[in-house]
């Protein structure tokens, strides 16, 4: 049974962060770059913390999307992730994030990824609990939260064609499409 005491609409606003951390040399992968998974890591608590804060209480992630990092990370770089929520279901929440990298000494600002986590709230047995509805207070919000509303239908239209497609899948029909591909048959 789902049950949360406190679900009256919250603003966006009341649960907006921002996390900033400076990327050290310990979080650098063999090219000197900062790890993608280190960059995850920070995701997936900014994103927990945004959830906590608008359902009021213990948050697990359960889907990760849109998470192509468009240019890289360099130590000594000051990230920073602006965290809001950007939809609510009955107990997911979808929770938009900008990431930015500065460089401390230039102040130049590089805008790296924009991603989308979907959260769930549990109650204290550990089933998903109701999360309260959203306030949306401009027409970004109104604009955020129809995207969010289009991704979830578009995910779900997705997941059903290529399920059919990988269902009805022949070899012999599928090797029509591999040519161009950079693949040799080894059998
Ligand atoms: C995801 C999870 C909560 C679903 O539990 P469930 O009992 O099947 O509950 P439901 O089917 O009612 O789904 C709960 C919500 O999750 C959403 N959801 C489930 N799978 C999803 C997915 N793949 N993508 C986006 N949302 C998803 C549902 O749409 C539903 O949202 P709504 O209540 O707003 O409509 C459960 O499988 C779980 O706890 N997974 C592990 C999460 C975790 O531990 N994460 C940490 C990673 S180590």
Redo the contacts with the bound molecule.
Sequence with gaps: MLKNSNLSPKAISASRIVMTELMIPAYANFGGKIHGGILLSLMDKAAYACAAKHAGGYC????VENVDFMAPVEVGELVSIFASVNYV????MVIGMRVTAENVETGLVKHTNTSYF?M?AKDETGS?TLVPPLILESSEDVRRFWEAMRRKELKKQFKGDFDNEKNELNIDSALHHFEGERCVLGF
């Design positions: 697990v992630t359960v889907s279901g009955r107990t997911s979907t769930v998903p």
